[in-house]
């Protein structure tokens, strides 16, 4: 099934808001970037990179699902055996 | 347009929001057994909940023309109590044959502990033994992947559950497909920051098709709308989907999986 809208009904009724939310991401960076101190080390920030850069690249998956996937802790499919149940 | 809402906590809303509810087209509702943001000390407290989910809240539900269901269960959060979990486990079957008990749940993991899954297969036992239907809870965020995976794990090694009897709730972008693809139904909950939005959710369905997906508002007593449901009807329609495709979703499926519990007698409105 696919949406019933065509790309361009897409774009026009989902600009501004795609639009307003870049730019809250941006502001969100500049507060971080004037805020006393220095989170680059922090591994959150690694992961906020990462997900920038895959919302620019094109690939087979849904970008929804490449960054659900890149916040999500791995899973380990020995997991019954490491818990002895 | 009439609407089932599958998953949400009234004993966390006011009498109004039943009347809201209503309003908007809302007819019938089923509310799993959750946590109440705070661990609770002994079985007790459970028997009594168990008590308001199955006497108090089906009347209040009633005075707004809503039939109202529940599922019953200790939480994947308090399942950390092993000792705790086996009581209230073992008390559970006191309530199975109060007419508006649909099953199980919502059981699930929480931060994927040993303690939970365990837990977890406790309530899979119970299930069996009753001939109960389970309703799913799936961690939030970075523990959601790993628990659903872990979940399924536990139910597909078992042969004895019918996964279409099963319902596993609060799938997003990266696990819809593994939960529909193994034959169970799976819930979309429609919530602030921590899951859904009604536009991810129809994107959802856009992908992955309506068949056995439910959708939720999971109205409970934190950030969360009770009427998240209309919010998907109107952006669907707004999308230009049918009508009949809208109505499946927030009507027709959780009325065909509820069905297959011996307790579920819904009446369809006039």
């Known amino acids: 099934m696919s949406i019933p809208l065509n790309s361009q009904q897409v774009l026009d009724r989902e600009y501004l808001e795609i639009r307003g939310k870049i730019v809250e991401l941006a502001a969100s960076l500049d507060r971080l970037e004037r805020a006393e101190g220095c989170v680059s080390d922090d591994n959150r920030m690694k992961l906020i990179s990462q997900g920038l850069q895959i919302l620019l ?29 | ?131 109960q239907q389970i309703l799913i809870h799936t961690p939030h965020l970075a523990d959601k992947y790993q628990g659903t995976r872990m979940i399924l794990d536990m139910l597909i090694a078992d042969s004895r559950i019918e996964p279409s009897r099963v319902l596993v709730d609060h799938v997003e972008e990266h696990t819809a497909k593994q939960v529909l693809d193994q034959g169970f139904w799976a819930g979309m909950t429609l919530y602030p920051v921590t899951k859904c939005t009604p536009q991810r959710a129809a994107d959802i369905i856009e992908m992955c098709g309506a068949e056995r997906l439910l959708v939720n508002s999971a109205g409970d007593w934190g950030p969360s709308k009770p009427t998240a449901v209309p919010d998907l009807i109107l952006e669907m329609r707004r999308r230009g989907h049918s009508e009949a495709l809208i109505r499946k979703v927030v009507y027709d499926n959780p009325i065909e999986f509820f069905s297959q519990s011996q307790n579920f007698s819904f009446t369809h409105p006039e």
Not at chain 1, 63 to 85: C, H, P, T
Not at chain 2, 65 to 71: A, E, L, M
């Open chain 1, 57 to 85: 690249e094109q690939a087979d998956q849904t970008k929804a699902g490449q960054i659900q996937m890149l916040f999500s802790r791995v899973y380990e499919d020995n997991w019954r055996n490491q818990f002895d149940i």
């Open chain 2, 1 to 131: 347009m009439y609407y089932f809402d599958p998953h949400i906590h009234m004993v966390s809303r006011t009498t109004d929001d039943y009347e809201t509810l209503a309003k908007m087209g809302c007819v019938g509702m089923s509310e799993p057994a959750f946590w109440a943001g705070f661990d609770r000390g002994s079985v007790e407290s459970f028997r009594d909940y168990f008590r308001q989910l199955t006497d108090f809240e089906p009347k209040r539900a009633a005075q707004y023309g809503i039939q109202h269901y529940t599922w019953l269960c200790i939480n994947a959060k308090e399942a950390e109590n092993v000792e705790l979990s086996r009581e209230v486990i073992k008390m559970i079957p006191e309530f199975l044959e109060k007419p508006n008990v649909l099953g199980i749940g919502e059981i699930g993991l929480n931060k994927n502990t040993k303690n939970e899954a365990t837990i977890f297969l406790e309530h899979m036992e119970l299930a069996i033994e009753y001939n």
